[in-house]
């Protein structure tokens, strides 16, 4: 009943068939990275709070080969991303590469950009993915860590992963013009097989959080929908959380408490101060989830999953009918500790916790009841980005 989606293999299969038909010749190296589910800990990354993801088995594969030269050749498999498929340039003696048409490609210049042992020499690779674009789960950052993973084949830099996550979060500031927190490009590099990823975004400190009980499973959600806001909306959070930080006299809102809120409010405007109340809320709510689920305490994981995607609903906005009426229709099914949207918002997907017996009832409930037509991924805590064999 959840979507069956390729394996890596028959990803990494299907990208070498469309580089051996278009170049004529093998490809040499393969590399993954993930997208990622965040289980709670929602728009606190870029005010230098707590985030809560885990890596997912949805892979973006990069598979190609150094030439000789400076020309660079990239195609991508996925039938979603805006045309040409195919993109062709040269590469500068320092690296600089300026943003263009198509969009997806702009990514790919972004991490060669910000790549930290240049200059980068010429190649030819293809791109194949079962991330879903514009799902909230993030294909970006899995395409840019994937890309990032393959340059360090054809030219190694000092396999600093923390630095690695940082460079591919400037790729996407200054090349794709989204204005991200490091948590999406932090857990595609960092990713854990069954652990979730306690990180702070202050100081750059990840905590393995164990998720591997059997009897456990995450659903994810897609409502399949996505609302123009999205990217134009994103910004504005930033600023408003930004303006409410400069008010209270803070370098972020992370430094702020509920009190501190308080004691300025007659300085805000109501809804810089619903911004800011969502995310020091939320930022306190990720560490209590996280103790949680340490302890197994399941019930309470799930009832912080509610209250934060109240907030985002009701304090921080950035919610849709879609994605409500998906977290409440999961609530109804015995067996579900949570739900709550995730990811920027305006559409994507929801995270669901729950007992594995229940996954097939929930499921089933989900498609009768909402009214869009839903894909679903049950899953599982996965490993981040790697390098694969040809063999």
Known sequence: MAASCPSVSTLVAAA???FGRLFGEEAEVVACAPGRVNLIGEHTDYNQGFVLPMALP???????KQTSGQNVTIVTTTEDADEPLRVDFSLSSDGSLSPGLPSWANYVKGVIHHYRAPPVPGFRAVIASSVPLGG???SSASLEVAFYTFLQQIKPDDADKVSKAVACQQAEHTHAGVPCGIMDQFVSVLGR??????????SLKATPVPLADSDLVILITNSNVKHSLASSEYAVRRRQCEEAANILGKASLREATVKDLEAVRDRLDDTTYR?????IEEIER????AEALK???YKEFGQLMMESHNSLRDLYEVSCRELDELVSTAMEVEGVFGSRMTGGGFGGCTVTLLLAHAIDRTILHLKERYSGTPTFYVTTPSEGARVLSLS
Do not use: K, P
């Open 193 to 202: 097989e069954h652990h979730a990823l306690l990180i702070d975004c202050r």
């Open 16 to 18: 070498r068939c469309v």
């Open 295 to 297: 302890r197994g305490a």
């Open 275 to 279: 911004r800011a109340l969502h995310v």
């Open 286 to 289: 990720t560490v209590q989830a």
């Open 58 to 64: 949805l892979v973006t594969v990069v598979v190609g």
């Open 136 to 138: 909230g789960l993030s």
